[in-house]
């Protein structure tokens, strides 16, 4: 069932929109999801270039024709609305609609700029290794239901395929980019505990100098849900993976059992705990992908910075 939900969240990319809701995380831990995340944004659906056909983009020179563009705004334009998120009648609901429109454009160009990348370092997907991924996917939720989902989303076989592949390009250019990305890293295990204001952590620390037992205080007054039920624990991790900058640098300044001094970050005033560190430890699964993510999203940003792009549809707010 997640292969499935995963196909669709890359090719059709509707169904997902009302069954992944968002996630609860620490607000110390940076996030995984959204731009970063190992998966494309809209793929454009492919076109056979005519002079006659007005465009929605130029991306170094190749097009994005405006049918095709207006073709997938309407599909996420129908799922949301479908699923109750855009209400049209709404002033709010026409603004989300231009935001959508802009994220539907600005994921084709990402694709369009990715593929190109890709033929560049002579990254290709062949028809037979489509082929095999659709029929694996099809052989595990049914001949059925996979036509059942075209003819909900309007989506021809041929259309389902080329979306497949524009899948397997984005996945293969993610590896190539990430490739170099150590799977070790040197990590400290910590823990803290995230209070609102100055004072009260001073109080807290007092506690803590005192022999106060750090988990106990940390599941009693820290306002990270996400850890403070597990006594303020962040578990291993290397540097730059973090939100709060100022908790990762306090971590790796100190030595096992040793507890930080106040510190504040725009999150609010922490103390921080390391338990342990180690100088070379494997990552864990999500942390390296958190890490490749973070390099991928670093290498997109510069094909977003020199491409050429044109623009022929308004889309700003």
């Not at 997109?300 to 700003?316: G, P």
Request: net charge negative; hydrophobic share 40%.
């Amino acid at each position: 069932m997640q292969k499935y939900k995963a196909f669709l969240g890359l090719t059709l990319a509707l169904l997902l929109l009302a069954a992944c809701g968002p996630e609860t995380a620490s607000p110390v831990a940076a996030p995984t999801t959204g731009a970063n995340a190992e998966g494309p944004p809209p793929t454009p659906i492919p076109a056979s270039p005519t002079p006659e056909r007005p465009l929605a983009a130029l991306v170094n020179g190749q097009p994005i024709y405006l049918v095709d563009y207006e073709r997938q705004v309407a599909r996420y334009e129908a799922a949301r609305v479908s699923h109750g998120e855009i209400d049209l009648s709404t002033e709010e609901g026409q603004a989300r609609l231009l935001e959508l429109r802009r994220d539907v454009l600005n994921g084709m160009i990402e694709q369009v700029l990715i593929e190109q990348a890709a033929a560049q370092q002579g990254i290709t997907v062949s028809d037979a290794e489509v082929d095999a991924a659709l029929n694996q996917m099809i052989a595990e939720i049914g001949e059925e239901a996979f036509q059942q989902q075209l003819e909900e989303n309007g989506l021809t076989l041929e259309e389902v395929r080329e979306g497949q592949r524009a899948t397997m390009i984005y996945q293969k250019v993610f590896e190539w980019v990430t490739s170099s990305v150590p799977e070790r890293a040197e990590q400290v295990h910590a823990r803290h505990i995230l209070v609102d204001t100055q004072e009260e952590a001073e109080q807290l620390l007092a506690q803590l100098q005192a022999g106060a037992d750090f988990a106990e205080l940390a599941r009693k007054y820290s306002r990270d849900e996400t850890t403070r039920e597990a006594g303020g624990d962040l578990g291993w991790f290397p540097r730059g993976v973090l939100l709060s900058t100022e908790v990762e640098e306090a971590a790796f300044s100190l030595n096992p059992g040793q507890i930080s001094p106040v510190i504040h970050s725009p999150l609010g005033y922490h103390i921080v705990q390391v338990l342990e560190r180690d100088p070379d430890r494997p990552l864990n699964p999500e942390t390296l992908h958190q890490i490749k993510s973070q390099v991928f999203q670093e290498w997109l940003e510069s094909l977003w910075a020199e491409a050429h792009i044109e623009r022929f549809v308004d889309v700003s707010p």
